[in-house]
């Protein structure tokens, strides 16, 4: 079931950690990096309900969403204000009694790929940054998620593919056993011998976004480093997925970051999400993320200077675009209401352009 409101219930109902410790109410590059706190300097109630948090809250109870960005959020770019949680009545004041109900755990950058979108190499803690992190399990990160119903893991690594994530599924299965996860993952180790290995049942499923960005395996090969070589075990794992959502109905999510390298793609991506089950969703390249390391600028197709622009409008326009009304995120969405150049557009932007 799901709650429809007449503000963002984002804020008043998860938080997202990041890298540094420092604690956003809902994505950071949706409401400018617009920080309440940092975990690592401030209790936990201290964080949640700071002079920020409630700050936020107060504005958005009077539809004030200058703090956001219309073009990153699609929540606020289609006005579709939904939650899975019936959230308190709020308090003008902004100060909330109870804590969130989603934590979202982004502190871990540890991956078993290196994806182009983010970094140029396989990111490994240290033995002290693991040591650190893994000391924090029992006496920090698992008290946190006390009030939890989700626990999303994890949004700036793997939760497969990271040393001290795993630990940590693996005692929050042990200590909460209602809790639910929502899993962003590239999905090349979110397959039956993890779950098994992790315990992890189809009921405590709550959302699996799996980043693919491909639908072949000479593109993955583009994106991921040897990634040709995984394309078909990826698959594999796919299928094992739509297999298990049969089992126990939870969210399936296939990502796609458009960009130059991928982009003729996007069509044959809804085919293959509708393959597997999975509900496609289409991102932009973007270089204001945290734990994007390396923007290249010539991957970012969604720019209209870049030279195949005008062929990604044509694109977004497809048929299979329009199959879903929730797939395209408001950048692409914009771009998808855009009229295609004509040759003759672009003869008269030239002699525009030199005179």
Same mark, same amino acid.
């Given at each position: 079931?799901?709650? !429809?409101?007449?503000?963002?219930? &984002?804020?008043?109902?998860?938080?997202?950690?990041?890298?540094?410790?420092?604690?956003?109410?809902?994505?950071? $590059?949706?409401?400018?990096?617009?920080?309440?706190?940092?975990?690592?300097?401030?209790?936990?109630?201290?964080?949640?309900?700071?002079?920020?948090?409630?700050?936020?809250?107060? !504005?958005? &109870?009077?539809?004030?969403?200058?703090?956001?960005?219309?073009?990153?959020?699609?929540?606020?770019?289609?006005?579709?204000?939904? $939650?899975?949680?019936?959230?308190?009545?709020?308090? #003008?004041?902004?100060?909330?009694?109870?804590?969130?109900?989603?934590?979202?755990?982004?502190?871990?950058?540890?991956?078993?790929?290196?994806?182009?979108?983010?970094?140029? %190499?396989?990111?490994?803690? +240290?033995? /002290?940054?693991?040591? =650190?992190?893994?000391?924090? =399990?029992?006496?920090?990160?698992?008290?946190?998620?006390?009030?939890?119903?989700?626990?999303?893991?994890?949004?700036?690594?793997?939760?497969?593919?990271?040393?001290?994530?795993?630990?940590?599924? !693996?005692?929050?299965?042990?200590?909460?056993? /209602?809790?639910?996860?929502?899993?962003?993952?590239?999905?090349?180790?979110?397959?039956?011998?993890?779950?098994?290995?992790?315990?992890?049942?189809?009921?405590? =499923?709550?959302?699996?976004?799996?980043?693919?960005?491909?639908?072949?395996?000479?593109?993955?090969? !583009?994106? =991921?480093?040897?990634?040709?070589?995984?394309?078909?075990?990826?698959?594999?794992?796919?299928? @094992?997925?739509?297999? &298990?959502?049969?089992?126990?109905?939870?969210?399936?999510?296939?990502?796609?970051?458009?960009?130059?390298?991928?982009?003729?793609?996007?069509?044959?991506?809804?085919?293959?999400? *509708?393959?597997?089950?999975?509900?496609?969703?289409?991102?932009?390249?973007?270089?204001?993320?945290?734990?994007?390391?390396? @923007?290249?600028? /010539?991957? +970012?197709?969604?720019?209209?200077?870049?030279? @195949?622009?005008?062929?990604?409008?044509?694109?977004?326009?497809?048929?299979?675009?329009?199959?879903?009304? /929730?797939?395209?995120?408001?950048? &692409?969405?914009?771009? #998808?209401?855009?009229?295609?150049?004509?040759?003759? *557009? %672009?003869?008269?932007?030239?002699?525009?352009?030199?005179?």
């Amino acid at each position: 079931m799901s709650y !429809k409101y007449d503000f963002c219930p &984002l804020p008043f109902s998860e938080m997202e950690i990041s890298p540094n410790g420092n604690v956003y109410l809902c994505c950071p $590059s949706w409401n400018n990096y617009y920080s309440i706190g940092n975990i690592f300097d401030h209790s936990y109630d201290e964080v949640w309900n700071s002079n920020n948090a409630v700050t936020l809250r107060q !504005k958005i &109870l009077n539809n004030d969403y200058s703090l956001c960005k219309k073009d990153k959020c699609f929540l606020l770019h289609n006005k579709n204000f939904v $939650s899975e949680f019936e959230i308190e009545t709020p308090p #003008q004041t902004g100060h909330l009694e109870k804590l969130p109900f989603v934590v979202k755990f982004g502190y871990d950058y540890e991956c078993n790929i290196a994806c182009i979108f983010c970094r140029n %190499k396989i990111k490994r803690l +240290s033995d /002290d940054e693991l040591k =650190i992190l893994d000391d924090k =399990i029992d006496s920090f990160f698992i008290p946190l998620l006390k009030t939890a119903k989700v626990l999303v893991i994890n949004t700036h690594g793997d939760p497969f593919g990271s040393r001290h994530s795993i630990k940590l599924i !693996k005692k929050a299965i042990e200590t909460y056993p /209602d809790l639910k996860f929502d899993f962003t993952t590239n999905g090349l180790l979110c397959n039956e011998t993890m779950f098994k290995r992790l315990n992890i049942t189809p009921e405590k =499923i709550d959302k699996i976004r799996v980043s693919i960005h491909a639908t072949t395996a000479k593109t993955y090969g !583009k994106i =991921i480093n040897h990634g040709e070589l995984m394309f078909d075990k990826l698959m594999d794992n796919m299928k @094992y997925l739509s297999e &298990l959502k049969k089992e126990c109905h939870f969210t399936f999510l296939m990502q796609f970051v458009v960009t130059s390298l991928n982009y003729k793609e996007i069509p044959a991506f809804v085919d293959m999400a *509708d393959k597997y089950n999975a509900h496609p969703v289409f991102w932009e390249y973007k270089s204001d993320s945290i734990g994007h390391t390396d @923007y290249i600028e /010539d991957l +970012s197709i969604t720019n209209p200077k870049h030279k @195949y622009h005008n062929e990604l409008v044509k694109v977004l326009k497809h048929p299979n675009m329009y199959k879903y009304n /929730d797939i395209l995120y408001p950048i &692409l969405l914009d771009i #998808q209401n855009k009229p295609v150049e004509t040759l003759l *557009d %672009k003869l008269l932007k030239k002699i525009k352009g030199n005179k």
